[in-house]
């Protein structure tokens, strides 16, 4: 079992920057992969940011390219996710999941994180 706790999110306006972290803890002494997600009211979830387990790359939905970093510090079992000129679109409870390496599945949730953007 992995354990998720988020933090880091809160109220913004437009144009302005965010960073959500996630401290894993538990069974982390495996290889596993994060990944974060959102939903906005009345939308379902979707997927926002990881870092490729083959490549070491990240990977971004379109809708926020040039605008979110993911990162990770592995001496802290801590992912970031570094968000900066924010839109009112962007509002949502983010989340960040874990996968074992080589599975495709996101098997531990955190608790999710309220980020509101105001126009």
């Known amino acids: 079992q992995v354990q998720l706790a988020e933090s880091g999110g809160g109220l913004v306006q437009a144009g302005g920057s965010l960073r959500l972290s996630c401290t894993a803890s538990g069974r982390t002494s495996g290889n596993y992969v994060m990944g974060w997600f959102r939903q906005a009211p009345g939308k379902e979830r979707e997927f926002v940011a990881t870092?490729?387990?083959?490549?070491?790359?990240?990977l971004y939905v379109d809708s926020v390219k040039g605008r979110f970093t993911v990162s990770r510090d592995n001496a802290k079992n801590t992912d970031y996710l570094q968000m900066s000129s924010l839109k009112p679109e962007d509002t949502a409870v983010y989340y960040c999941?874990?996968?074992?390496?080589?599975?495709?599945?996101?098997?531990?949730w955190g608790q999710g994180t309220q980020v509101t953007v105001s126009s």
């Open positions: 999941a874990a996968r074992t390496v080589g599975l495709s599945q996101f098997l531990w």
């Open positions: 870092i490729d387990d083959n490549s070491g790359s990240p």
